[in-house]
C-alpha cells in the first residue's frame, strides 16, 4: 500500500494503523516492547544504510542477532514482510508529527482510585534517564543511558559529573545504574554500572560491570572496577544492571542472559543470567550460595533470570525483590531466595517473539515460581515500595515502570502478594525508573524524550 504525503500533510500514528491494521496488531504484540508502542526507538535512530522497504525487509526476515533480535522469516508470509516493512517505514519518515503533542498535559490534575495528583518537571532534556540517586543535601544524580552522568543541585541546575568511564552505549548498553553507599555521608562513595567492552580482533565484545568512586565536587575520584560479568559477548542486549544495597552492606545486582537464553542463566560458571552479592569492595561475602560449589562464581547469589531491570530492598522485610522482562509474555515478580533457581529458560509463561514456542512448561520441580507475572509483556523498568506519609492511600504499594504500555504500573501488596493493579500516567513515555526519593516524594524518568517528573499529591498543593 503506497501513500501519498508532502513535508506539510504528515500522517499521524492513527492513520498509519488504519491502513495496515495487520501489521499494527502484530507490531504491538512482539515488537512494541524493545522499539515503543509507536516506533520511538526510532526517533533519534541514525540510518547508515538507509530504512528502504527492501532493507527493513531483509532486516525483519534475518533479524539480527548480536541485537537481541530474532528472524522473522518463519513467521511472515513474504506479502506479511514487505507489509510490515511500509508500515515501519512511513512511521519513520512521520516521526517529525509522532504523537508527543498527545502526551498528558503535565498541569491537568491526574486522578486514581485513591488519590489525585499533579506533575512538576525535575529534570529535562535527557536521552534515557537510567539511575536516580538523591543525595542527603538535596541534590540528584541522574545517570544517562548516553554515557553522563549528571549532579542536579537543589536550585534545578544541570551539571556533567566529570570522570565516568567510557561506556558502550549501543543496542541495550551504556551507563546505567547509580547507587550510593549505605555509608555515604562518611565515605562519599558512588557505584554505577555500565556496559564496559573491549577490542578482539575485529569484533567489539561487551559486558556488564559495576565500579565505585568517591564524588568530590563535580568530579568521580579514584575510580575502581569492582565487577566484570564474564563472558564478554558481541551482544549488545540483556546487560541487566540494577544496583541495591542491602541492610547488612552487601550489594545487590542483576546481570542479564546476554542473549544466550540455552546456556547462561541455568549454568553457574558464568555471570549472565543470575543475581549477584558482593560487599562494597567487590570482594565475596564468605556465605554466598555457591561459594564451596566447584566450578561455581563465588558472587552469584540465585539463577535462572532472563534480564531483570529491576532489584530493590523491601522496606519492612528487608528481603531483595526483582522484576524481569519475559519474552512475548512472561515478566516476572520474583523475592530473591539464597541459591534458588528461577526457571529461565526451563518455564515461563512465555513465547518467543514471534509466536513459537520454547518451553511447554511454566513450572519444575526446584525451580521457582514468580510472585506475580504478566501476560502480554509489560516490559518493566525500574521499581520501588511507596514509604513515608506524602502518599498515605499508596503506602506499601510497589511501583513498576512500563516501557511497552508507557505508564506506571502499580501493584497492591498484602502479605506479601499483589492483589490489585492500577495503571498511573498513561501514554506518559517510556517509563524507564521509578524511585522515592529521600523527601518521600514519587520521582518518575521517561525517555523518547528524557525527562524525570515528581508526583504531588492534591493534599500536598
Same mark, same amino acid.
Not at 89 to 103: A, M, P, Q, T
Not at 118 to 139: C, H, N, R, Y
Not at 317 to 324: C, D, F, M, N, Q
Given at each position: 500500500?503506497?501513500?501519498?504525503?508532502?513535508?506539510?500533510?504528515?500522517?499521524?500514528?492513527?492513520?498509519?494503523?488504519?491502513?495496515?491494521?495487520?501489521?499494527?496488531?502484530?507490531?504491538?504484540?512482539? =515488537?512494541?516492547? =524493545?522499539?515503543?508502542?509507536?516506533?520511538? *526507538?526510532?526517533?533519534?535512530?541514525?540510518?547508515?544504510?538507509?530504512?528502504?522497504?527492501?532493507?527493513?525487509?531483509?532486516?525483519?526476515? #534475518?533479524?539480527?542477532?548480536?541485537?537481541?533480535? %530474532?528472524?522473522?522469516?518463519?513467521?511472515?508470509? #513474504?506479502?506479511?514482510?514487505?507489509?510490515?516493512?511500509?508500515?515501519?517505514?512511513?512511521?519513520?519518515?512521520?516521526?517529525?508529527?509522532?504523537?508527543?503533542?498527545?502526551?498528558?498535559?503535565?498541569?491537568?490534575?491526574?486522578?486514581?482510585?485513591?488519590?489525585?495528583?499533579?506533575?512538576?518537571?525535575?529534570? @529535562?532534556?535527557?536521552?534515557?534517564?537510567?539511575?536516580?540517586?538523591?543525595? /542527603?543535601?538535596?541534590?540528584?544524580?541522574?545517570? @544517562?543511558?548516553?554515557?553522563?552522568?549528571?549532579?542536579?543541585?537543589?536550585?534545578?541546575?544541570?551539571?556533567?559529573?566529570?570522570?565516568? /568511564?567510557?561506556?558502550?552505549?549501543?543496542?541495550?548498553?551504556?551507563?546505567?545504574?547509580?547507587?550510593?553507599?549505605?555509608?555515604?555521608?562518611?565515605?562519599?562513595?558512588?557505584?554505577?554500572?555500565?556496559?564496559?567492552?573491549?577490542?578482539?580482533?575485529?569484533?567489539?565484545?561487551?559486558?556488564? *560491570?559495576?565500579?565505585?568512586?568517591?564524588?568530590?565536587?563535580?568530579?568521580?575520584?579514584?575510580?575502581?572496577?569492582?565487577?566484570?560479568?564474564?563472558?564478554?559477548?558481541?551482544?549488545?542486549?540483556?546487560?541487566? =544492571?540494577?544496583?541495591?544495597?542491602?541492610? #547488612?552492606?552487601?550489594?545487590?545486582?542483576?546481570?542479564?542472559?546476554?542473549?544466550?537464553? @540455552?546456556?547462561?542463566?541455568?549454568?553457574?560458571?558464568?555471570?549472565?543470567?543470575?543475581?549477584?552479592?558482593?560487599?562494597?569492595?567487590?570482594?565475596?561475602?564468605?556465605?554466598?550460595?555457591? $561459594?564451596?560449589?566447584?566450578?561455581?562464581?563465588?558472587?552469584?547469589?540465585?539463577?535462572?533470570?532472563?534480564?531483570?531491570?529491576?532489584?530493590?530492598?523491601?522496606?519492612?522485610?528487608?528481603?531483595?525483590?526483582?522484576?524481569?522482562?519475559?519474552?512475548?509474555?512472561?515478566?516476572?515478580?520474583?523475592?530473591?531466595?539464597?541459591?534458588?533457581?528461577?526457571?529461565? /529458560?526451563?518455564?515461563?509463561?512465555?513465547?518467543?517473539?514471534?509466536?513459537?514456542?520454547?518451553?511447554?512448561?511454566?513450572?519444575?520441580?526446584?525451580?521457582?515460581?514468580?510472585?506475580?507475572?504478566?501476560?502480554?509483556?509489560?516490559? /518493566? =523498568?525500574?521499581? @520501588?515500595?511507596?514509604?513515608?506519609?506524602?502518599? %498515605?492511600?499508596?503506602?506499601?504499594?510497589?511501583?513498576?515502570?512500563?516501557?511497552?504500555?508507557?505508564?506506571?504500573?502499580?501493584?497492591?501488596?498484602?502479605?506479601?502478594? $499483589?492483589?490489585?493493579?492500577?495503571?498511573?500516567?498513561?501514554?506518559?513515555?517510556?517509563?524507564?525508573?521509578?524511585? $522515592?526519593?529521600?523527601?518521600?516524594?514519587?520521582?518518575?524518568?521517561?525517555?523518547? %524524550?528524557?525527562?524525570?517528573?515528581?508526583?504531588?499529591?492534591?493534599? *500536598?498543593?
Amino acid at each position: 500500500m503506497k501513500s501519498e504525503k508532502t513535508e506539510t500533510n504528515l500522517l499521524a500514528s492513527a492513520e498509519i494503523d488504519s491502513m495496515y491494521p495487520g501489521a499494527a496488531e502484530y507490531y504491538q504484540m512482539v =515488537c512494541a516492547g =524493545c522499539h515503543g508502542n509507536k516506533v520511538m *526507538a526510532f526517533v533519534d535512530r541514525e540510518w547508515e544504510k538507509g530504512h528502504s522497504i527492501e532493507l527493513l525487509t531483509a532486516r525483519i526476515s #534475518e533479524g539480527d542477532e548480536d541485537d537481541g533480535m %530474532p528472524p522473522f522469516a518463519d513467521a511472515f508470509s #513474504e506479502t506479511e514482510l514487505i507489509e510490515m516493512a511500509e508500515y515501519i517505514n512511513l512511521h519513520i519518515e512521520n516521526l517529525s508529527v509522532y504523537d508527543f503533542d498527545k502526551r498528558p498535559n503535565i498541569k491537568q490534575v491526574f486522578q486514581s482510585k485513591e488519590l489525585n495528583y499533579t506533575l512538576e518537571l525535575v529534570a @529535562d532534556d535527557l536521552d534515557s534517564p537510567w539511575g536516580m540517586a538523591f543525595l /542527603p543535601e538535596g541534590q540528584m544524580l541522574i545517570s @544517562d543511558r548516553n554515557g553522563i552522568l549528571y549532579l542536579r543541585k537543589e536550585d534545578g541546575s544541570m551539571r556533567e559529573i566529570e570522570g565516568v /568511564p567510557e561506556v558502550l552505549n549501543e543496542g541495550q548498553g551504556g551507563l546505567m545504574d547509580v547507587e550510593l553507599h549505605p555509608d555515604y555521608k562518611e565515605n562519599g562513595l558512588v557505584y554505577i554500572s555500565y556496559s564496559i567492552f573491549r577490542k578482539d580482533d575485529d569484533d567489539i565484545l561487551s559486558s556488564t *560491570a559495576i565500579a565505585r568512586a568517591k564524588l568530590q565536587g563535580n568530579k568521580l575520584e579514584k575510580l575502581e572496577v569492582i565487577f566484570e560479568a564474564l563472558p564478554y559477548s558481541r551482544t549488545r542486549h540483556h546487560y541487566g =544492571c540494577r544496583l541495591e544495597f542491602d541492610r #547488612e552492606g552487601y550489594l545487590f545486582f542483576s546481570v542479564g542472559d546476554r542473549g544466550n537464553r @540455552d546456556r547462561n542463566p541455568q549454568e553457574l560458571d558464568n555471570h549472565c543470567g543470575k543475581i549477584h552479592r558482593i560487599k562494597d569492595d567487590g570482594s565475596i561475602p564468605e556465605d554466598n550460595p555457591f $561459594v564451596e560449589t566447584e566450578g561455581a562464581l563465588p558472587s552469584i547469589y540465585s539463577y535462572g533470570h532472563r534480564n531483570p531491570q529491576g532489584v530493590i530492598l523491601h522496606p519492612e522485610t528487608g528481603e531483595i525483590w526483582t522484576h524481569e522482562h519475559g519474552p512475548r509474555g512472561g515478566d516476572e515478580i520474583n523475592i530473591i531466595r539464597p541459591g534458588a533457581n528461577y526457571g529461565w /529458560p526451563v518455564i515461563s509463561y512465555g513465547i518467543n517473539y514471534d509466536g513459537t514456542i520454547f518451553t511447554s512448561m511454566t513450572e519444575e520441580e526446584g525451580m521457582e515460581q514468580p510472585l506475580h507475572y504478566w501476560v502480554p509483556s509489560i516490559a /518493566p =523498568c525500574g521499581m @520501588d515500595f511507596i514509604t513515608g506519609n506524602i502518599y %498515605p492511600q499508596w503506602k506499601g504499594n510497589l511501583l513498576v515502570g512500563s516501557l511497552k504500555y508507557e505508564y506506571l504500573h502499580m501493584c497492591k501488596i498484602e502479605d506479601g502478594k $499483589v492483589v490489585d493493579e492500577e495503571l498511573l500516567l498513561k501514554n506518559i513515555g517510556r517509563v524507564r525508573n521509578v524511585k $522515592v526519593g529521600l523527601d518521600g516524594y514519587i520521582y518518575v524518568a521517561i525517555e523518547d %524524550p528524557g525527562r524525570i517528573f515528581k508526583l504531588i499529591p492534591e493534599e *500536598a498543593q
